[in-house]
């Protein structure tokens, strides 16, 4: 797999009590792990709250194991009205070798919303 040329949002090391009955990383840490690297993403481009509405299109290609250096990237693919749709990549390297794996992919959907819990409008982004 090709280098990915950005820093990741998230990088973590999943421990022991985060495995399933098979010894892999249970999927939902991953999943969690994913919504926290979304969140970051979705609220700076928001400026201000989201909420996470919705998760599609997720893939698991490969198990995360215990002692894998995980990462996880994103980019916003669309923005909407009130909502903004976050792709997210997590990638991992195994303890002793040195290439980057694929292991789940995903886009996860956000709202903004205001301080009572309301959808509210996207500002325009500063590249605008």
């Known amino acids: 797999m090709a280098k990915i040329n950005r820093d990741p949002i998230i990088r973590t090391a999943p421990q022991p009590r985060d495995v399933n009955n098979n010894g892999d990383i249970f999927g939902g840490w991953v ?6 690297a979304g969140g ?9 709250r ?25 980019e916003i693919s669309k923005v909407g009205r009130t909502s903004l749709h976050v792709k997210l990549t997590t990638i991992v390297v195994r303890k002793l070798d040195p290439q ?7 886009t996860y959907i ?13 500002p325009p982004s500063d590249e605008e």
Do not use: N, W
Request: aromatic share 4%; proline share 3%.
């Open 100 to 106: 980057e794996i694929k292991v789940t992919e995903g």
């Open 40 to 48: 970051v993403l979705a609220s700076r481009r928001a400026k201000g």
């Open 31 to 36: 999943l969690s792990q994913m919504d926290i």
């Open 50 to 74: 989201v909420v996470t509405v919705a998760v599609e299109a997720m893939t698991f290609h490969q198990p995360i194991k215990v002692g894998d250096v995980v990462s996880i990237y994103g």
């Open 110 to 122: 956000f709202v903004a919303i205001d301080d009572d819990g309301k959808p509210r409008v996207v």
